[in-house]
């Protein structure tokens, strides 16, 4: 069980994270989403006890972190998997955290088996590894402590198709048996995959949260129009809810009434389907669009949710 | 600018596993741990491996240069202990300034510290694993001067044999405080700047260019003339070594230099450090 209660994290007079709250619960697997610079990170650092928040509160098991005793046993964190000291090996790496945490030598060996390092790579020094063997080294030493809360700030991060197959089945496994897990990304597919839970922040605010299916299974319409504004007029007009997002809207209104009124407004519409998922979709992508980072004059085209 | 959208309440209910009350709490780690693998990091690394070595073959390089380039006259465990601690107090603060900055350097903080969140234990483990390098170095030192005292009078023959057991206890000591106080001053720069290279620099300055500062400073400016052994570190810990042992003012001008240097600037180090982000 995590839980963020309006949660604020400034730096000076910036807000990295603005009154977040939301909770992780055991047996689910929660998502943050959110694009670059949303404040995924910083939440989670302030999590961990690696930062203090500027006001706020944030607990794991019902405990401030820094209260934990010997927190390697009850929570897994993996933040960053880069940040491992390069001049020791792997296996060192782990062993340090073992002894840590006062477990049998014999652990290390049963997690670089679990996260499929090789004892010859588990040899090498940290400096040498790839990306994804850091991050599948990080996770070792995240579930060394058989803990029952996982923090992981993008695990999959590096990783090649069958590692991301590989770790959703793992995260999975971890939550059927009870275990909490929060991870973080910036890909609504990868969320998409294996979240029970999703928390969308972007600019530091959470934009939305909720489960998996409510999210994704849009009970709406999606219509796409150059006139969008004019319909999600018509929309409402007609009874219906409407947010417009751009040239699209999102109506709670059935295709078949959408599509009337569309052309009862006279309004020439470029796309019309089933919402699901497109809600979250374009809200992800609108807010990545508005933090103005690859922003090209087009929009990005819409690819469909992927199920 | 235009999104807005659904925001109900947090996540959806779920079945009430409540894992906050079925929690094993583990006991604190104890501090005896915390100490063993501090010590198993001062010599996991090559870093820290190089400086081990690199201080095994200087000291006895120093012996070695003694019976191969100096004159016979002066083959004493004096001299022996001399030329072996003289590389030594370059290079014992050099562990605590890997054993501290490192963890900043090579990020693997974030680790240490989500392991052990009281980073204030992170802290005293690692100042007593330094403080138990000061007394095992040396030991080994002293050893390493008898052995090399032994090897000379042999080679020497029986002349030499009164001048060559010349260092009194007292000495031998003031020796070992001389180069605690300079595993302190490392300790210190590494907790206050957190970073290696700069930190190592730092420690350079301090023991190598700070008393040439400081005579010369001394040297133009009247008002300082009075003030600099009550101020400057290296000069003060210098007067620890020698047969004669440190007047009373002296040990007072030692006090106030690690006031100055080492407990001033350790205790707002340390206090930023419980605090700083562990990024
Ligand atoms: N120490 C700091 N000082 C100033 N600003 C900071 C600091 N740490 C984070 N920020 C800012 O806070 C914002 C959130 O950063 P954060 O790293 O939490 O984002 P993120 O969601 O993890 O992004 P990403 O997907 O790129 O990892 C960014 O705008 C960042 O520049
Ligand atoms: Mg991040």
Redesign the interface.
């Known amino acids: 069980?995590i839980t963020i209660d309006a949660l604020t994290k400034r730096y000076g007079d910036f807000a990295a994270v603005d009154d977040v709250?939301?909770?992780?619960?055991?047996?689910?697997v929660?998502g943050f989403l959110g694009p670059n610079g949303a404040g995924k990170s910083t939440t989670l650092?302030v999590l961990?006890?690696?930062?203090?928040p500027t006001s706020g509160t944030a607990t794991v098991?019902?405990h401030r972190?820094?209260d934990?005793?010997?927190?390697?046993?009850?929570v897994g964190?993996l933040?960053?998997a880069?940040?491992?000291?390069?001049?020791?090996t792997g296996r060192?790496?782990l062993?340090?955290?073992q002894?840590?945490?006062?477990l049998p030598p014999t652990r290390v060996d049963d997690m670089l088996d679990l996260v499929g390092l090789t004892r010859a790579e588990a040899a090498r020094?940290v400096r040498d590894y790839s990306l994804g063997m850091r991050q599948r080294l990080g996770i070792a030493?995240a579930l060394l402590g058989d803990p029952?809360?996982l923090v992981l700030d993008e695990p999959a991060n590096g990783l090649d198709p069958a590692g991301i197959r590989w770790m959703r089945d793992l995260l999975r496994t971890f939550a059927d048996d009870?275990?909490?897990v929060l991870l973080s990304s910036h890909l609504l597919a990868e969320i998409e995959a294996i979240a029970?839970?999703i928390?969308v922040i972007g600019g530091g605010r959470?934009?939305?949260?909720?489960?998996s299916e409510?999210?994704l299974s849009g009970t709406g319409t999606l219509v796409r129009a150059d006139d969008a504004a004019v319909l999600a007029a018509a929309l409402t007009d007609a009874g219906h809810q409407a947010?417009?997002?751009?040239d699209v809207v999102l109506t709670d209104a059935a295709l078949t009434d959408a599509g009337h009124v569309a052309f009862r407004a006279g309004i020439p519409v470029t796309e019309l389907r089933a919402a699901d998922g497109a809600?979250l979709e374009?809200?992800f992508l609108?807010?990545t669009a508005?933090t103005q980072r690859d922003a090209t004059g087009a929009a990005p085209a819409p690819t469909g949710a992927a199920a | 600018m235009t999104s807005t959208t659904t925001s109900p309440a947090t996540a959806s209910p779920t079945s009430g596993t409540s894992d906050v009350a079925r929690r094993r709490v583990p006991g604190p780690v104890p501090f005896g741990r915390l100490v063993g693998v501090e010590v198993r990091k001062t010599g996991d690394t090559r870093s820290s491996r190089w400086i081990l070595l690199a201080l095994g073959l200087l000291a006895a390089g120093a012996c070695a240069v003694v019976l191969g380039f100096m004159p016979s006259e002066t083959w004493t465990y004096g001299t022996f202990l001399d030329q072996i601690s003289y590389p030594l107090a370059l290079g014992i603060p050099m562990l605590a300034v890997l054993s501290v900055a490192g963890e900043w350097g090579q990020r693997s903080a974030l680790t240490t510290f989500t392991l052990v969140p009281r980073r204030g234990r992170v802290v005293a483990a690692k100042a007593a694993v330094a403080a138990g390098y000061v007394v095992v170095t040396m030991a080994l030192a002293f050893g390493l001067a008898a052995l090399c005292t032994l090897v000379a009078g042999a080679a020497a023959g029986d002349d030499a044999a009164s001048v060559l057991w010349d260092v009194p206890v007292g000495q031998q000591l003031r020796l070992v405080l001389f180069m605690a106080v300079a595993m302190a001053v490392g300790f210190t720069l590494a907790v206050v700047l957190r970073h290696t290279a700069a930190a190592m620099v730092g420690y350079l300055l301090i023991a190598l260019v700070l008393p040439n500062l400081s005579s010369l400073l001394a040297s133009v400016q009247d008002w300082y003339r009075d003030a600099a052994p009550w101020v400057e570190i290296t000069s003060a810990q210098y007067n620890l070594l020698g047969p004669d042992a440190p007047t009373g003012e002296q040990w007072a001008q030692l006090g106030t230099t690690v006031l100055l240097w080492i407990v001033l600037p350790l205790t707002l180090g340390v206090r930023r450090l419980l605090r700083v982000e562990i990024r």
Request: hydrophobic share 35%; aromatic share 2%; net charge negative.
């Open positions: 069980m709250s939301f909770t992780a619960r055991p047996g689910r929660t650092r961990t006890g690696l930062a203090t098991l019902g972190f820094a934990l005793p010997d927190p390697g046993h009850e964190v933040l960053d880069s940040a491992q000291h390069g001049g020791r060192e790496t062993v340090l955290a002894r840590t945490m006062g020094r030493t029952q809360v009870g275990g909490t029970d839970d928390v959470i934009v939305a949260s909720g489960a409510e999210l947010t417009r997002t751009d809600g374009e809200m609108e807010l508005t």
